[in-house]
């Protein structure tokens, strides 16, 4: 808010990714006076959520599934080639800037520490809120992004054994169950809702499925004047 008055913005529509759902929802709630609508890029994940069943079937995935792929010396060797093999272990490609801004670079060039201390992330995501939505008094926008099919996945992972197919299907559909339950509670917002489901999206929705997000972003603000 303090930005907003510093730089004179009246009714601004406020976009935020993940879990930056937790401020569009404050402003939503405390401050709609003051903002023209909200947009969540994947971003309605909030201490609703009970992650019970989830988090106990997740930790029966495969081990290949369960840890993410560690760079090599090589893929840190420099920014560029630790871009790139994020690209290809996320199958999207975020801005070398993005990777810059995380990590100091070492005097030879290659890709060093994490420049944000852990705690920080940390104490982010501890922070629960469970967001009334019904409060929300301003137009949103929110675009859910869901994970790749278990067929998808079963084939990227390579997974041949029949009870380990079991376990992802079951995972995609709790995944899929929480994602509906969360269409639900922002369905309620006192404003006007739209939601844009993304099948087989990234989380990062704004890159996997970039020419639909402006889209209907573009519409979305068109429909505010």
């Known amino acids: 808010m303090r930005v907003f008055e510093a730089l004179g913005l009246a009714s601004p529509v406020v976009a935020g990714h993940s879990v930056a759902g937790n401020e569009l929802s404050e402003l939503g709630i405390h401050h709609y006076d003051r903002i023209g609508g909200l947009v969540y890029l994947d971003a309605l994940n909030d201490a ?7 988090d106990a079937l997740s930790a029966k995935l495969p081990e290949s599934m369960r840890k993410p792929p ?3 010396t090589s893929d840190l060797k420099s920014f560029a080639t630790y871009r790139d093999w994020r690209t290809r272990t996320q199958g999207i490609a975020i801005p070398e800037a993005e990777w810059r801004n995380d990590f100091a670079e070492n005097p030879d060039g290659s890709v060093g520490e994490r420049i944000t201390p852990a705690f920080v992330p940390q104490a982010i995501m501890a922070v629960g809120y469970a967001h009334d939505y019904d409060q929300i008094r ?3 926008l929110a675009f859910v992004g869901y994970p790749p099919l278990p067929q998808d996945q079963i084939r990227q992972a390579h997974i041949t054994e029949p009870a380990e197919r079991v376990i992802i299907e079951a995972v995609f559909g709790t995944s899929v169950g929480m994602i509906k339950n969360r269409i639900k509670r922002i369905e309620r917002a006192g404003g006007s809702t739209r939601v844009i489901e993304l099948w087989d999206a ?3 929705v704004f890159l996997s499925n970039e020419a639909e ?4 972003m573009r519409a979305f603000l068109a429909s505010l004047h």
Do not use: A, I, K
Not at 49 to 54: C, E, G, H, L, V
Not at 213 to 216: A, K, M, P, S, T
């Open 48 to 54: 609703g959520d009970d992650w019970t069943d989830y």
């Open 70 to 72: 560690s760079p090599s």
């Open 138 to 140: 301003v137009p949103v």
């Open 202 to 204: 990234n989380h990062f």
């Open 213 to 216: 997000v402006l889209r209907e």
